[in-house]
């Protein structure tokens, strides 16, 4: 099992790794700081057919291993290991609703709303 990472994102599988935050061998987002293997996200990336759905694919595997997970409370230090996996689940939904664009509909800029200034909108200062 290998793993590589290069930052100028030529890759599918760095795109992937990028995404993931998945950039740092073993200091992964996985269980422990597990990182995945390059020859798992090149399976992903076959399996699924672009890089975007490989990413999806990563955040469903990130969800699964993080289900399995304990929660735990100690000296009012609370863990939950199901809100972990519950923020890669959404993820999951988001880049395979998206395909990792942004969801913004439209293009006027919002209005302000801040007491002072109710005729400019948000970009402007």
């Known amino acids: 099992m290998t793993f590589t990472y290069t930052t100028d994102l030529a890759a599918d599988?760095?795109?992937?790794?990028?995404?993931?935050?998945?950039?740092?061998?073993?200091?992964?987002?996985r269980p422990a700081g597990?990182?995945?293997?390059?020859?798992?996200?090149?399976?992903?990336l076959?399996?699924?057919?672009?890089?975007q759905r490989?990413?999806?694919?990563?955040?469903?595997?990130?969800?699964?291993a993080w289900s399995t997970q304990p929660s735990f409370q100690a000296d009012?230090?609370?863990?939950?290991?199901?809100d972990v996996a519950k923020s890669f689940r959404d993820q999951a939904k988001t880049w395979r609703r998206t395909g990792g664009r942004s969801s913004r509909v439209g293009s006027r800029?919002?209005?302000r709303v801040d007491g002072y200034s109710d005729d400019v909108d948000a970009h402007e200062t």
């Open 34 to 44: 597990a990182n995945f293997s390059d020859e798992e996200l090149d399976g992903l």
């Open 109 to 111: 800029a919002p209005t």
């Open 76 to 82: 009012g230090l609370q863990v939950s290991r199901s």
């Open 54 to 64: 490989a990413v999806a694919a990563g955040f469903e595997a990130l969800a699964a």
């Open 13 to 29: 599988r760095d795109k992937v790794r990028f995404h993931l935050q998945d950039t740092t061998e073993n200091s992964g987002p």
């Open 46 to 51: 076959t399996s699924e057919g672009t890089w």
